[in-house]
C-alpha cells in the first residue's frame, strides 16, 4: 500500500490560513495556476511545452472538490488547452482557461474563444521584426513565436541568452512603446503585448465570477507578479489567500513572496496530489 503525500506547510501565517481554508471549504474555494513552468515543464520549443503527464489526473481530482479551476495564462488559450491536453476531459468541463493574461476566454463546453480584437500595433511588430532582429544583431537561435495577440521573442536557444537579452531587450521595449503595446519580460523571453490586461485583472475577474472565500494561485514568472498582487489586495478584502511558486533559478522574485515555494512542474503536481489525497482520506 503506498503511503499518502504530506502536505508542506506555508511559512506564512497567511499562507497556513489560506492552505487551511482550502482543506476546509474547498468547496468555496479557487485553484489557479499559471501554464508554463508550473503545469508544464520548460523546454526549448514553445510548441512542445506539453503538461507533466500527471497534470490532467490530479486536475480532474481536484475539479470535483474545489468551486473552480482556473488556469491564468499567457498564451493563446487555445494553446494552453492543447498542449495541456485539457479538452473533452469530462471532469474537468468546467474548468476556467484565460489566454493572453485575461484578454482571451476558452468555454470548456463549446471549445469556443472569446476575446477583443487583435490590437493594430501587434501587426505592425508582427511585420517589422524580422528585419529589425536582423538589424540588430540578434544571435542565431533568437526565435520570434507569433502568438496571435502579441509577439514574443525568445532567447533561450541562443548560445548565451543573457546577453542576447542585454542586446535586445531595450530595443524591443521601445519598439513596443512606438505601437502602443507594452513589453512583458519572462523566462529567456520578452514579449510585445497591449497594454491595460495582465494576470491580475484576470485573476480578479476570475474571483468576481465565481465568488470564492479563499484562493490559490501558483505561478513561476514575473508576469504572475500582478496575480500575486492581487491574492495580497483580496487577503485585504477578507478572502483566504495561498500564493505559491513553482521554484526555478531563472527567476526568483516570486519565490521571494511565496507562501509555498515548489521544485518546478514536478514538484508542483506533487502538491496537487498531496492536497487530493488529503480531501479523499
Ligand atoms: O503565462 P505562461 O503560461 O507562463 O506563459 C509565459 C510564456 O510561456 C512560454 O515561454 C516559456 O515557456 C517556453 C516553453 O517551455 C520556453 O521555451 C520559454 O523560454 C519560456 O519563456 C511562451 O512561449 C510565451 O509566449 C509565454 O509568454
Redesign the pocket.
Known amino acids: 500500500m503506498s503511503a499518502t503525500p504530506s502536505l508542506p506547510t506555508p511559512r506564512t501565517d497567511a499562507g497556513i490560513a489560506g492552505l487551511a481554508a482550502l482543506l476546509e471549504q474547498p468547496e468555496r474555494a479557487m485553484l489557479a495556476f ?5 503545469l ?7 510548441e512542445r ?1 506539453f503538461a507533466h503527464p500527471a497534470v490532467v489526473p490530479v486536475l480532474a481530482r481536484l475539479a470535483p472538490r474545489f468551486q473552480a479551476l482556473a488556469i491564468v ?3 493563446p488559450a487555445e494553446v ?1 488547452v492543447r498542449l495541456g491536453g485539457f479538452a473533452d476531459v469530462s471532469a474537468l468541463a468546467g474548468l476556467l482557461v484565460v489566454g493572453h493574461y485575461g484578454e482571451e476566454r476558452w468555454d470548456a463546453r463549446t471549445g469556443e474563444i472569446t476575446a477583443p480584437p487583435v490590437a493594430e500595433g501587434v501587426e505592425s511588430v508582427r511585420r517589422a521584426l524580422p528585419r529589425l532582429l536582423q538589424e540588430w544583431g540578434a544571435p542565431s537561435g533568437t526565435r520570434i ?1 507569433d ?1 496571435g495577440r502579441a509577439v ?1 521573442v ?1 532567447v ?1 536557444q541562443t548560445a548565451d541568452p543573457a546577453a542576447a537579452a542585454e542586446l535586445l531587450n531595450d530595443r524591443l521595449t521601445a519598439l513596443a512603446h512606438d505601437h502602443d503595446l507594452v513589453a ?1 519580460p ?4 520578452l ?1 510585445l503585448k497591449p497594454a491595460g490586461m495582465d494576470k491580475g485583472a484576470a485573476l480578479r475577474s476570475l474571483v468576481a465570477e465565481v465568488g470564492p472565500r479563499g484562493v490559490a494561485y501558483t505561478g ?2 514575473l ?2 507578479l500582478p496575480a500575486y498582487d492581487a491574492v495580497e489586495e483580496l487577503r485585504g478584502e477578507g478572502l483566504a489567500g495561498l500564493l505559491v511558486c513553482s521554484g526555478s533559478t531563472e527567476v526568483t522574485a516570486l519565490a521571494e513572496r511565496a507562501d509555498l515555494v515548489l521544485d518546478g512542474p514536478p514538484g508542483v503536481v506533487a502538491f496537487l496530489e498531496a492536497l487530493a489525497a488529503r480531501l479523499d482520506a
Not at 499559471?34 to 508550473?38: A, E, L, T, W, Y
Not at 508544464?40 to 514553445?46: A, G, K, L, M, Q
Not at 519572462?186 to 523571453?189: D, E, K, L, Q, T
Request: no cysteine.
Open positions: 499559471d501554464f508554463d513552468g508550473v508544464s515543464p520548460i523546454v526549448d520549443d514553445p511545452a495564462t499567457g498564451r494552453v513565436e502568438k514574443a525568445h533561450r512583458q519572462g523566462r529567456m523571453v514579449e513561476d514568472d508576469g504572475d
